[in-house]
């Protein structure tokens, strides 16, 4: 798995790539949307292991909440509510369960791109329908270490977390860069066609 802080810092990337210009809720809670349901799956391992049964987090670790199965009944579950309860519009209950089906699946592709040295290795992505794991041929991000309550504060895992930080403040600087210049790009355009209108009134 990556660290929370990778987790996370993905989370970011997506509320930067799709904030909405016509927000179906105040961007913090759209950033805690995406940062929070990117976070998710990973809760099979930090409850247990905050409850002293580390154990227990190795066993129950990578299953349901690592699945597709997870991600589309967690957004549709979500979908189900927002119909009932009516907080936006539909276009925006569409929007927010898509991006909790995007969070959740980009958390089980991060965790398909970890460097495995030890079993189990990838994620078994339509368990318990399928028990076959997937996983990227090379491990794009680094091991965390997570055997004992010492390797989880472990100096290798602050080295992992950092590597993180670097990668995905990146990813995030890329994606922001791209979004200001589709948004200028548009500007223009309108600005132009606006030209072009008024051009055709006058004359
Ligand atoms: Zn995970």
Redesign the pocket.
């Known amino acids: 798995?990556?660290s929370p802080v990778g987790?996370g810092l993905m989370g970011v990337a997506l509320y930067a790539a799709s904030v909405p210009r016509r927000r179906a809720m105040h961007a913090w809670g759209w950033l805690a949307l995406c940062v929070g349901f990117s976070i998710l799956?990973?809760f099979?391992?930090v409850v247990p292991a905050a409850a002293g049964r580390i154990d227990w987090a190795h066993t129950m670790?990578?299953s349901l909440?690592?699945t597709v199965f997870f991600a589309v009944g967690v957004a549709l579950v979500w979908f189900v509510v927002a119909r009932i309860v009516k907080p936006h519009s539909r276009a925006a209950r569409v929007g927010v369960a898509a991006m909790i089906f995007a969070a959740l699946v980009a958390?089980?592709a991060?965790?398909m791109m970890n460097e495995d040295t030890k079993a189990p290795y990838g994620?078994s992505i339509f368990w318990p329908v399928w028990d076959k794991s997937f996983y990227a041929p090379i491990g794009v991000l680094p091991r965390i270490e997570k055997l004992t309550y010492a390797d989880i504060v472990s100096l290798h895992n602050v080295g992992v977390a950092l590597t993180e930080l670097g990668l995905f403040g990146g990813l995030i600087l890329v994606v922001v860069g791209v979004r200001l210049a589709v948004e200028r790009l548009r500007a223009r355009r309108r600005a132009g066609a606006a030209a072009v209108e008024a051009g055709g009134h006058m004359s």
């Open positions: 798995m990556a987790h799956p990973d099979d391992f670790h990578r909440t690592h958390h089980i991060l965790d994620v």
